[in-house]
């Protein structure tokens, strides 16, 4: 079976509807600026890319919204607005509506406000709904909940990779028969004083104190990632189901590649084997000619490590023809939106193959001779790719490819 893009919807650093998102990411506008949810003047990181411009009594009840941690918050604000582009509601079978929404993190702004709750007040003052507002998997219950979505709900959680891990899934859920229609991607909100402080710690988050010069993917200056937040929703559905009822199909899913590098807790393989097994599987099922213009949407997220490993990674799977491909790392616009990252990235590179444009890698200043691929480095570029590739590494060596292909009946 076919499987087809007929709706998407985002919460992101650089724009929460999909008009906004879309201008900014072909426009190179940076989302990433001092933070201002909190006090960090005792913290040596002071940049992030937070969402300022999401209102969530938009997509829910205000009643709701405090019952709802901030990331399920973005996941239903993201999955309304795919829902409602897709005009998918009231048009498929309940039964075989499903949903597959994943975050690396959860409600870590739960987790942290009722922990300081249960040391000043007592375990009786905390709330009856820190549980279910807390859990990795409430988002997709939500959505499930919200759309009346009664066939599989599923949430994967493989860290960084989560959002192309609940995308390559849904895929195959539609693939194989078990569902008509999946809503999909991922959600997170973790720039909270512990993360932060936590992932400082571990050496993953760059302490520039410059925004435009923090998240500099494939530069060699580039010290570490940004965290950013928010969430993208794609609805997915079986080609037949989407042209019966006349629905506008964005793009097709084609391919998926599902690996682990067995290496490391954090670190990615050195020689960016797993990763590139991943993409490779993707483009093998994707029945790649290698003649095709592809565009890379890469992880890219600005450490050392990554960026000279994935790019080890694609020349592992594509070879020579590495080098034909346009790459880009959309983080140096939205940083690291974690468990949200690969559903966001999905959508910026269905956005590539339905404008013909490539968005760019922003604040490329130093090329590193280890990342010597075609970054596209600052501005936009007109390259009209047929197949896109959207990769996710995660800790603990997950790595996930989706292929997309531009559409044509």
């Given at each position: 079976m076919r499987v087809v893009i007929t709706g998407m919807g985002i919460v992101s650093p650089i724009g929460s509807k999909m008009d906004i998102f879309r201008e900014n990411l072909l426009g190179g506008v940076c989302g990433i600026d001092y933070i201002s949810r909190f006090d960090v003047s005792e913290s040596k990181v002071r940049v992030a890319a937070e969402v300022r411009d999401?209102?969530?009594?938009?997509?829910?009840?205000?009643i709701e919204v405090n019952k709802n941690d901030r990331f399920t918050q973005f996941a239903i604000g993201a999955a309304?607005?795919?829902v409602e582009d897709s005009g998918i509601s009231g048009k498929v079978d309940p039964f075989r509506f499903g949903v597959y929404f994943g975050s690396g993190i959860g409600g870590f702004n739960t987790f942290t406000s009722e922990y300081d709750v249960l040391q000043k007040r007592g375990p009786q003052r905390v709330s009856p709904h820190f549980v279910p507002k807390m859990i990795s998997n409430i988002a997709a219950g939500q959505i499930a909940i919200k759309f009346g979505a009664k066939g599989p709900c599923i949430s994967a959680a493989t860290a960084c990779a989560t959002g192309t891990t609940c995308i390559g899934e849904a895929f195959r859920a539609i693939r194989?028969?078990?569902?008509?229609?999946?809503?999909?991607?991922?959600?997170?909100?973790?720039?909270?004083?512990?993360?932060?402080?936590?992932?400082?710690?571990?050496?993953a988050l760059t302490q520039s104190d410059d925004p435009n010069r923090a998240s500099i993917p494939f530069d060699k200056n580039r010290s570490g990632f940004v965290m950013g937040e928010g969430a993208g929703a794609l609805v997915l559905e079986e080609y037949e189901h989407a042209k019966a009822r006349g629905a506008k199909i964005y793009g097709e899913v084609v391919g998926y590649g599902s690996t682990c590098d067995a290496h490391h807790i954090t670190a990615p393989d050195p020689e960016g084997e797993g990763g590139g097994r991943a993409v490779k599987l993707a483009l093998d099922e994707a029945g790649y000619t290698g003649n095709e213009r592809i565009y890379i949407n890469a992880h890219g997220t600005s450490t050392p490590m990554n960026d000279?490993?994935?790019?080890?990674?694609?020349?592992?799977?594509?070879?020579?023809?590495?080098?034909?491909?346009?790459?880009?790392?959309?983080?140096?616009?939205?940083?690291?939106?974690?468990?949200?990252?690969?559903?966001?990235?999905?959508?910026?590179?269905?956005?590539?193959?339905?404008t013909g444009v490539i968005p760019p890698t922003i604040h490329y200043q130093n090329p590193d001779p280890d990342c010597d691929l075609d970054i596209t480095p600052n501005e936009a570029l007109t390259f009209d790719p047929e197949l896109a590739l959207s990769i996710s590494l995660g800790f603990g060596g997950h790595n996930a490819c989706v292929a997309i292909r531009k559409f044509a009946e």
């Amino acid at each position: 079976m076919r499987v087809v893009i007929t709706g998407m919807g985002i919460v992101s650093p650089i724009g929460s509807k999909m008009d906004i998102f879309r201008e900014n990411l072909l426009g190179g506008v940076c989302g990433i600026d001092y933070i201002s949810r909190f006090d960090v003047s005792e913290s040596k990181v002071r940049v992030a890319a937070e969402v300022r411009d999401f209102t969530a009594t938009d997509y829910m009840a205000k009643i709701e919204v405090n019952k709802n941690d901030r990331f399920t918050q973005f996941a239903i604000g993201a999955a309304a607005q795919a829902v409602e582009d897709s005009g998918i509601s009231g048009k498929v079978d309940p039964f075989r509506f499903g949903v597959y929404f994943g975050s690396g993190i959860g409600g870590f702004n739960t987790f942290t406000s009722e922990y300081d709750v249960l040391q000043k007040r007592g375990p009786q003052r905390v709330s009856p709904h820190f549980v279910p507002k807390m859990i990795s998997n409430i988002a997709a219950g939500q959505i499930a909940i919200k759309f009346g979505a009664k066939g599989p709900c599923i949430s994967a959680a493989t860290a960084c990779a989560t959002g192309t891990t609940c995308i390559g899934e849904a895929f195959r859920a539609i693939r194989y028969g078990y569902a008509d229609a999946v809503i999909t991607g991922g959600a997170e909100a973790s720039i909270e004083p512990l993360a932060i402080a936590g992932f400082t710690n571990c050496m993953a988050l760059t302490q520039s104190d410059d925004p435009n010069r923090a998240s500099i993917p494939f530069d060699k200056n580039r010290s570490g990632f940004v965290m950013g937040e928010g969430a993208g929703a794609l609805v997915l559905e079986e080609y037949e189901h989407a042209k019966a009822r006349g629905a506008k199909i964005y793009g097709e899913v084609v391919g998926y590649g599902s690996t682990c590098d067995a290496h490391h807790i954090t670190a990615p393989d050195p020689e960016g084997e797993g990763g590139g097994r991943a993409v490779k599987l993707a483009l093998d099922e994707a029945g790649y000619t290698g003649n095709e213009r592809i565009y890379i949407n890469a992880h890219g997220t600005s450490t050392p490590m990554n960026d000279s490993t994935e790019t080890k990674a694609i020349k592992y799977a594509l070879g020579d023809a590495a080098y034909r491909a346009k790459v880009s790392s959309t983080k140096s616009m939205t940083g690291h939106m974690l468990g949200a990252a690969g559903a966001a990235e999905a959508i910026a590179s269905v956005i590539a193959l339905e404008t013909g444009v490539i968005p760019p890698t922003i604040h490329y200043q130093n090329p590193d001779p280890d990342c010597d691929l075609d970054i596209t480095p600052n501005e936009a570029l007109t390259f009209d790719p047929e197949l896109a590739l959207s990769i996710s590494l995660g800790f603990g060596g997950h790595n996930a490819c989706v292929a997309i292909r531009k559409f044509a009946e």
